[in-house]
């Protein structure tokens, strides 16, 4: 009897003659990709950081020019006390004397082109005034190169009738205008002038959530009143007792 025919598939034992390798251990070349990946992304991110850098910079600069060439006009316009007059004259020098009743001032534009709703305010911080905020603004309408003006002092300022008069370490003078382009400044002796900005005020979130949260509850109050009426009946001395609350 004739041995069965051996199948591949049959043939559970198979030997090697060599053992087998273990894992080769990372080559050199290895290394020296993986630092070169990692120093190309790291050169990547620091390319990416310098132009952010740059790219805030130019932003940083061109709104800086932007500020200038709007406040060019602004900064030409200059508000100064020019002197002051005193309750009473002396009938035998002629000096004028006694507290200071009011203040004398001027606005020169040296700019080329007008000015409008100018106000001149004068305030001061060693001196008490009525107003917080100073004795009063003066108005006017237009300024094409220069006005001169007065603000009355009240009450009258008491100084040292032997002092001198020092407009620029006793009083400040601010004027607020309207330059040629329609924008709105804000200038205080001698310093920087400020843009004034329209204030434009917005509810937050969760006022806006509030508001119709309460305005829903009273819609449904309203609508199921009658329900509502049976347990905690409405003081019908109110006249508006029966009207909707919205």
Same mark, same amino acid.
């Given at each position: 009897?004739?041995?069965?025919?051996?199948?591949?598939?049959?043939?559970?034992?198979? #030997?090697?003659?060599?053992?087998?390798?273990?894992?080769?251990?990372?080559?050199?070349?290895?290394?020296?990709?993986?630092?070169?990946?990692?120093?190309?992304?790291?050169?990547?991110?620091?390319?990416?950081?310098?132009?952010?850098?740059?790219?805030?910079?130019?932003?940083?600069?061109?709104?800086?020019?932007?500020?200038?060439?709007?406040?060019?006009?602004?900064?030409?316009?200059?508000?100064?006390?020019?002197?002051?007059?005193?309750?009473?004259?002396?009938?035998?020098?002629?000096?004028? #004397?006694?507290?200071?009743?009011?203040?004398?001032?001027?606005?020169?534009?040296?700019? #080329?082109?007008?000015?409008?709703?100018?106000?001149?305010?004068?305030?001061?911080?060693?001196?008490?005034?009525?107003?917080?905020?100073?004795?009063?603004?003066?108005?006017?309408?237009?300024?094409?190169?220069?006005?001169?003006?007065?603000?009355?002092?009240?009450?009258?300022?008491?100084?040292?009738?032997?002092?001198?008069?020092?407009?620029?370490?006793?009083?400040?003078?601010?004027?607020?205008?309207?330059?040629?382009?329609?924008?709105?400044?804000?200038?205080?002796?001698?310093?920087?002038?400020?843009?004034?900005?329209?204030?434009?005020?917005?509810?937050?979130?969760?006022?806006?959530?509030?508001?119709?949260?309460?305005?829903?509850?009273?819609?449904?109050?309203?609508?199921?009143?009658?329900?509502?009426?049976?347990?905690?009946?409405?003081?019908?001395?109110?006249?508006?007792?029966?009207?909707?609350?919205?």
């Amino acid at each position: 009897m004739q041995d069965p025919v051996r199948l591949p598939c049959q043939v559970a034992n198979w #030997s090697y003659s060599d053992p087998v390798l273990a894992a080769e251990a990372p080559k050199i070349t290895d290394w020296m990709q993986a630092w070169g990946s990692l120093a190309g992304l790291l050169m990547s991110g620091i390319a990416a950081i310098a132009t952010l850098l740059l790219l805030r910079h130019e932003i940083r600069v061109r709104r800086e020019e932007q500020r200038d060439q709007e406040s060019a006009q602004a900064r030409l316009i200059i508000a100064r006390l020019t002197g002051s007059r005193r309750e009473a004259t002396d009938p035998e020098t002629g000096v004028d #004397s006694g507290p200071f009743v009011a203040l004398t001032w001027e606005v020169i534009n040296y700019s #080329s082109q007008p000015i409008m709703d100018a106000q001149v305010g004068i305030s001061s911080s060693k001196y008490p005034q009525d107003d917080t905020e100073g004795w009063g603004d003066e108005y006017v309408d237009v300024i094409a190169k220069k006005f001169n003006g007065s603000t009355e002092l009240s009450p009258p300022v008491k100084v040292d009738p032997l002092r001198e008069f020092q407009p620029g370490n006793d009083f400040d003078i601010s004027i607020e205008f309207y330059d040629a382009a329609g924008l709105n400044w804000l200038r205080k002796n001698r310093e920087t002038p400020r843009r004034l900005l329209p204030s434009s005020w917005e509810p937050s979130r969760w006022t806006r959530f509030k508001f119709g949260f309460w305005h829903k509850v009273a819609a449904l109050k309203w609508k199921f009143r009658k329900i509502i009426w049976r347990f905690w009946p409405p003081d019908k001395s109110d006249p508006f007792w029966d009207a909707p609350p919205f």
